[in-house]
């Protein structure tokens, strides 16, 4: 069985998903891609799939910052979040990660969903 990664985000100030938010993933110090998110705030396909999924330490970099730009007509500058970064590991590439961000203008959270 092929593992994967995925990821979806939730905009918490507004109830919704965050459609158009970028996403960075980076392994080693080398971005392998950059994504947008969908309607429903996820990516269109695995972040990672079958022999690009393996063992390693990676992080995905959310632009929080330019995706509530455009939500929110008044924010102070400079932003209380800008890019979020979450940084973890793959130990098992057999079976699926993801990592989801529900965020807002001032605080986000994660956690290892299935």
Avoid at 74 to 88: A, G, K, R, S, T
Wanted: aromatic residues 12%.
């Amino acid at each position: 069985m092929a593992g994967k990664l995925t990821t979806h985000v939730l905009n918490t100030a507004q109830g919704c998903p965050a459609a158009g938010l970028t996403i960075e993933l980076w392994q080693g110090g080398h971005l392998v891609k950059t994504v947008v998110t969908n309607a429903d705030g996820r990516t269109d396909t695995p972040l990672l799939i079958n022999e690009n999924f393996t063992v390693g330490v990676y992080e995905l970099r959310f632009s929080v910052g330019d995706y509530f730009k455009q939500q929110f007509s008044h924010l102070p500058e400079p932003l209380f979040l800008d890019q979020v970064p979450i940084q973890f590991g793959i130990a098992d590439a057999t079976v699926h990660y993801h990592v989801p961000l529900l965020c807002s203008p001032w605080s986000y959270s994660t956690y290892r969903g299935s």
